[in-house]
């Protein structure tokens, strides 16, 4: 039979009043009073249909707030029916009963919803929460009806060592690491959505050798909270291992540069393009035009984005005539130029296109953003610019000399110059990921090549920054870290997948590919307020001879030749080693 929960509601309170009025009678050696029963019980009847809703309360649904719920509700009714029995009823017999009664009322609550809501899942697997705050606690309940027991908490907060939530150890490091190597977990959860990357890497080294498998809650930016944090855990990635968030991010002079600003991004489309469409939305820029060749691209961050203060605009760098229309007709305060041809091999394969869009691109746009009035440009640069052995760094290398070398008409122009950016199109992750997904083995070029890498979001917020901070006329350098070698990349990528079958092939140096990359071309360069930026000593090149080399550039046959005249430390190199395997 279906009866209306309600209503049962109605007479749980029935019962127990009686039940507490009779049991407080009995303690206290009175007689057995009808009238103050039915008066207390038509006050708590009324107070529950009156008060908070609380006849209607679902009791497989409790939760912490039920007690205080309960408690007002019913506390209020002992106001009204104290004064009506003043005189009839001793006032401490009342206040006993009612203590007696909401003791009675939530051990009933609490009881039903621990046995509606008791796990009928088998627990074969056991596992361990690091971090006992408050989405720990949350993954514990959630956890409660899967296959996974929940063996300890762990914590790094020195107080809570010892202590335990619902019966549950909370243990710190060091007994976790005690206990897991007598005993190997199936899975590690991560429940610190404010730690930083580097506490994330320290953990997964420390820990990973203990437990089938380890999972980490999102950060809290990208948490969503209307959802299970179980379903959201992911596995631990390589950006989240190699990822460094730098310590003098300024997020109040981002904000300053980007607020309320009307802002131009080049190839907004692209990996680097796209991010920073997304920090100027989230930093409030007041209208964003989105320039990019590429439909695909351009309809992609679009969609992403899709609010109304972002203009697509589908166009070319290198028609200028194109570029000056949109400048003048959206007047932008800021441009942010990211458009280039960027992947070295297929550079080295299409050298006159490459100019064109990167040089040649890169010119429109600082010569018509200089005749528009705008206030500043900052150009998206390269380390391979630095001592370029190859035509994709050597453009970005001209780029930069332009940028450097047209300021001071009106317009800032400043240049950015970082490494690699870990998930971009074109760099290894992305395609050791699809050579790991499909079970071939991963290709690196050379055991000893090494690259900087930082995280896209990190990279374009230090870009704003650097825009933000610059007067014109630098080439601001971000501090990338410690190089990487890329078989160490790959090693720990195979880690993480788990398939152990996996082996490394040496493929041999692309063409125009070195060992390692440089952020500085000489040892001079200058410091800012922020120790993740610093400014390149500049290179004087006389304008008016620049824009002609430049257009001999554009239309010379030997183009390698032109551009080692204008970059005389550009060393091409064409490797390409035989392939073995380790």
């Given at each position: 039979m279906n009866i209306d929960k309600r209503l049962l509601n109605i007479l749980v309170i029935i019962l127990l009043t009686f039940s507490t009025f009779w049991w407080t009678f009995f303690i206290f050696h009175l007689p057995f009073d009808l009238h103050a029963i039915l008066v207390v019980l038509f006050v708590r009847v009324l107070a529950s249909f009156i008060i908070l809703k609380d006849y209607s309360l679902a009791w497989s649904k409790v939760t912490q707030k039920t007690f205080l719920m309960k408690s007002i509700v019913y506390g209020s009714a002992f106001v009204v029916y104290l004064p009506i029995l003043y005189g009839e009823v001793w006032i401490y017999f009342l206040i006993s009963e009612l203590f007696i009664y909401l003791f009675s009322i939530n051990f009933s609550m609490y009881l039903y919803y621990y046995y509606i809501n008791r796990s009928q899942v088998q627990k074969t697997k056991t596992v361990v929460i690091y971090g006992a705050g408050k989405a720990g606690i949350k993954l514990d309940s959630e956890f409660k009806n899967t296959e996974y027991k929940v063996k300890y908490f762990c914590d790094d907060n020195a107080i809570l060592h010892g202590r335990s939530i619902d019966a549950i150890s909370i243990l710190s490091k060091r007994q976790l690491l005690k206990k897991a190597t007598q005993t190997k977990y199936d899975l590690l959860v991560i429940a610190m959505p404010s730690a930083e990357k580097r506490v994330i890497s320290e953990l997964y080294n420390e820990l990973h050798p203990h437990f089938e498998q380890i999972k980490v809650l999102p950060t809290l930016e990208n948490i969503l909270q209307d959802k299970k944090f179980s379903a959201q855990?992911?596995?631990?990635?390589?950006?989240?291992?190699?990822?460094?968030?730098?310590?003098?991010?300024?997020?109040?002079?981002?904000?300053?540069?980007?607020?309320?600003?009307?802002?131009?991004?080049?190839?907004?489309?692209?990996?680097i393009g796209s991010e920073i469409v997304r920090q100027c939305i989230k930093y409030q820029a007041v209208k964003l035009i989105l320039v990019d060749h590429s439909e695909f691209n351009l309809y992609e961050i679009e969609q992403e984005v899709n609010t109304e203060n972002v203009v697509p605009v589908m166009q070319s760098v290198n028609n200028k005539l194109d570029i000056q229309k949109t400048l003048q007709l959206y007047k932008p305060e800021i441009v942010i130029h990211a458009a280039a041809y960027k992947h070295v091999p297929l550079v080295e394969a299409?050298?006159?296109?490459?100019?064109?869009?990167?040089?040649?691109?890169?010119?429109?746009?600082?010569?018509?953003?200089?005749e528009s009035g705008v206030q500043k440009v900052v150009l998206i640069s390269t380390d391979k610019a630095v001592r370029p052995t190859n035509v994709m760094g050597t453009t970005k290398r001209i780029c930069e000399l332009y940028a450097q070398n047209s300021n001071g008409q009106g317009t800032d122009i400043v240049a950015v110059r970082f490494g690699n950016v870990l998930g971009s199109s074109g760099s290894v992750i992305p395609k050791f990921k699809k050579q790991i997904a499909e079970g071939k083995n991963i290709t690196v070029t050379h055991p000893e090549i090494t690259r900087y890498f930082m995280l896209i979001p990190e990279a374009c917020e230090l870009v704003l920054q650097a825009g933000a901070i610059g007067t014109g006329g630098e080439i601001f350098i971000l501090d990338m870290g410690e190089p990487i070698k890329i078989v160490d990349l790959a090693k720990k990528m195979i880690e993480l997948s788990g398939n152990a079958n996996i082996e490394i092939e040496f493929s041999g140096l692309r063409p125009g590919e070195k060992l390692y990359e440089e952020l500085l071309i000489d040892e001079t360069n200058y410091t800012t307020e922020y120790d993740s930026i610093t400014v390149a000593k500049p290179t004087p090149y006389e304008l008016n001879k620049l824009n002609k080399d430049i257009e001999e550039l554009l239309s010379c046959e030997d183009k390698l030749k032109k551009l080692k005249e204008i970059v005389p430390e550009f060393n091409h190199q064409l490797n390409n080693s035989q392939r073995k395997t380790i």
């Open positions: 855990l992911k596995d631990i990635s390589v950006e989240d291992l190699l990822s460094r968030y730098p310590a003098d991010l300024d997020k109040k002079k981002i904000s300053s540069f980007i607020h309320g600003k009307t802002i131009l991004i080049t190839g907004a489309g692209g990996s299409n050298i006159a296109e490459a100019i064109k869009n990167n040089v040649l691109g890169t010119k429109n746009v600082i010569d018509c953003a200089i």
